[in-house]
């Protein structure tokens, strides 16, 4: 199960991230139904939780073209059926809990090429 935290950390940090690394013209999002388990390790810091997460994120090419939707409205953005390509990335999170200025996160992504495009 997927916490609302974790899920907000993926939103707001992760796919900026991971799109970044992509330099491609449309935004990446993660891939419906896609399984997402995450290893998550806890230590009290100075009286606040110092969380990491490691998990693998599955993306996709969306249909939202970057010049045309910004990052904040990613969330409107769909899966393209016409690509097939996936994007897998090995992501390594850490932060304190509730404090998003803290967020520290390494990525190492590769994408998969399948069909780079349905035929019409």
Do not use: H
Not at 12 to 17: A, G, K, N, P, Y
């Amino acid at each position: 199960m997927v916490t609302r935290p974790f899920q907000s950390l993926i939103s707001r940090s992760v796919l900026q991230q991971t799109n970044n690394e992509l330099r491609d013209t449309v935004w990446w999002v993660p891939v419906p139904g896609s399984s997402l388990q995450a290893t998550k390790t806890s230590v009290p810091n100075g009286g606040k939780l110092y969380t990491t997460y490691d998990f693998t994120l599955t993306s996709a090419k969306s249909t939202c073209k970057k010049n045309a939707v910004s990052y904040s409205q990613i969330s409107r953005c769909s899966v393209d059926p016409k690509y097939s390509d996936r994007q897998l990335c090995k992501v390594t999170l850490a932060w304190t809990e509730k404090d998003y200025s803290t967020v520290e996160m390494e990525t190492y992504c590769t994408r998969n090429a399948q069909n780079t495009a349905s035929k019409p």
